[in-house]
C-alpha cells in the first residue's frame, strides 16, 4: 500500500497535469479550489487514482470533499476497503 507521503505526491502529480501548470501543495489543508482546480478538474485526478490505485471511489463519498487531505483519506480509506 502506498504511503501518505506517495499518495500526496500521486495527487500533486496528476494535479499538475490536469491544470497544465506546476502545482505546489504547501499543505494538506489546501482547498482542491484554490489550487486552481475545479470540479470537472476534480473528477479528472479522482479517474486517474482510480486507475492508478486500482481502487472504485463511489461519487456520494465525494460529497464534502473541499482539501486534498480529505481527498487523501477518503483514498487511503478506499485502499484500506480493497
Given at each position: 500500500m502506498k504511503s501518505r507521503a506517495?499518495?500526496?505526491?500521486?495527487?500533486?502529480?496528476?494535479?499538475t497535469r490536469v491544470a497544465?501548470?506546476?502545482?505546489?501543495?504547501t499543505s494538506e489543508a489546501m482547498a482542491i479550489s484554490a489550487?486552481?482546480?475545479d470540479s470537472l478538474g476534480m473528477l479528472e485526478i479522482i479517474g486517474e487514482m482510480e486507475?492508478?490505485?486500482s481502487i472504485r471511489i463511489p461519487d456520494?463519498?465525494?460529497v464534502g470533499?473541499?482539501?486534498?487531505?480529505?481527498?487523501?483519506d477518503l483514498?487511503?480509506?478506499?485502499?484500506?476497503a480493497g
Open positions: 506517495e499518495l500526496l505526491q500521486t495527487f500533486q502529480q496528476l494535479a497544465e501548470r506546476p502545482i505546489e501543495l489550487l486552481g482546480i486507475r492508478e490505485l456520494d463519498q465525494l470533499i473541499n482539501t486534498v487531505g480529505q481527498l487523501v483514498v487511503e480509506r478506499r485502499l484500506g
